[in-house]
T-cell receptor, first 116, second 115 residues
Framework: KAGVTQTPRYLIKTRGQQVTLSCSPI?????VSWYQQTPGQGLQFLFE???????NKGNFPGRFSGRQFSNSRSEMNVSTLELGDSALYLC???????????????FGEGSRLTVL | AQSVSQHNHHVILSEAASLELGCNYS??????LFWYVQYPGQHLQLLLK??????LVKGIKGFEAEFIKSKFSFNLRKPSVQWSDTAEYFC?????????????FGKGTRLSVIA
């Protein structure tokens, strides 16, 4: 079956702009988790959605937001972009809640955001 | 909140050498533990997981990890590495609390295997 699909794969924005990233999970998966990956910090947890409800949120400013639709597809938005937001944004889906017995994460290829 | 420490940023080994990558976590309660691997140009994928039972768990490609509760550790091992094991390895922890807690990753260890 198809894997996790993230769009766009690459994008370049300037400071102050906003960006929306999209994630289509594996069919049947109800949970979508978002992570920010940078060389120095590894994977930092942004948020997890399960059945359209935000279950957890990481330690990121309010400029980072997300949502999940009834078909489990998810979007994340970053407003008022800063240079430090340049990173690879990874989406992962799981059948159940991430980290639980049925919560094996399946990752997408990521959306690489560059902020100039 | 729980945190995960991976002691080695970059490990370089020759083929056939033994591997041990350290992982320590901060949460004192019951945890679910994972190792994920990212091969060059590929997605992150699950290597192995521990929920309960035998603290020595075996994963794909000959990897194993041992959960030592008293040391808050979940180290990854492989007796003999191959060039194809070159990748970045991430330890992840999920605290078993009432309600769901996020899966927290360490910063990763890059493994380079040389011929």
């Amino acid at each position: 079956k198809a894997g996790v699909t993230q769009t766009p794969r690459y994008l370049i924005k300037t400071r102050g702009q906003q960006v929306t990233l999209s994630c289509s999970p594996i069919s049947g998966h109800r949970s979508v988790s978002w992570y920010q990956q940078t060389p120095g910090q590894g994977l930092q947890f942004l948020f997890e959605y399960f059945s359209e409800t935000q279950r957890n949120k990481g330690n990121f400013p309010g400029r980072f937001s997300g949502r999940q639709f009834s078909n489990s597809r998810s979007e994340m938005n970053v407003s008022t972009l800063e240079l430090g937001d340049s990173a690879l944004y990874l989406c992962a889906s799981s059948a159940g809640l991430a980290g639980m017995v049925d919560g094996e994460l399946f990752f997408g290829e990521g959306s690489r955001l560059t902020v100039l | 909140a729980q945190s995960v420490s991976q002691h080695n940023h970059h490990v370089i080994l020759s083929e056939a050498a033994s591997l041990e990558l350290g992982c320590n976590y901060s949460y004192g309660g019951t945890v679910n533990l994972f190792w994920y691997v990212q091969y060059p140009g590929q997605h992150l994928q699950l290597l192995l997981k521990y929920f309960s039972g035998d603290p020595l768990v075996k994963g794909i490609k000959g990897f194993e990890a041992e959960f030592i509760k008293s040391k808050f550790s979940f180290n990854l091992r492989k007796p003999s590495v191959q060039w194809s094991d070159t990748a970045e390895y991430f330890c992840a922890v999920n605290a078993q609390l009432r309600g769901n807690t996020p899966l927290v990753f360490g910063k990763g260890t890059r493994l380079s295997v040389i011929a």
